[in-house]
């Protein structure tokens, strides 16, 4: 598998830009929105949890539970987008993640921040 099947974030073209920092460099901030999140819940697979087990005996990366992570972060983000996008921001500033036990039968993982609407500052 290659590094492209474990990264996140944002792909080209994303009319909301989603980021972790309190601002954007070159841009003002003329509204803010409110808070916006992404939830989603998974659960787990017996067999990938059977097998996570036995590597963890041996010490080597869960590359299946890598990747189902990464892809329920990324279904968390583009929700969070959709919630913005509805709410009329085109950015979301400090995003975070939060990842947590689902009653022992899953993984909640939620992205937030604060949605508002950015402009380019005229020089």
Not at 66 to 73: A, G, W
């Amino acid at each position: 598998m290659g590094i492209e099947e474990y990264g996140g974030g944002q792909g080209p073209g994303t009319d909301v830009l989603v980021v972790t920092t309190n601002d954007v460099p070159g841009y003002q901030v003329r509204k803010v929105i409110g808070e916006v999140f992404g939830l989603t819940v998974r659960s787990r697979h017996l067999g990938s949890q059977i097998g996570a087990g036995l590597k963890s005996m041996i010490g080597d990366e869960l590359k299946g539970l890598t990747k189902t992570l990464v892809e329920t972060r990324n279904q968390a983000m583009e929700r969070l987008i959709e919630q913005a996008r509805a709410r009329g921001a085109n950015a979301v500033l400090m995003m975070r993640f939060d990842v947590t036990e689902a009653a022992d039968v899953g993984t909640e993982v939620c992205a937030y921040g604060t949605a508002v609407v950015i402009s380019e500052i005229e020089r």
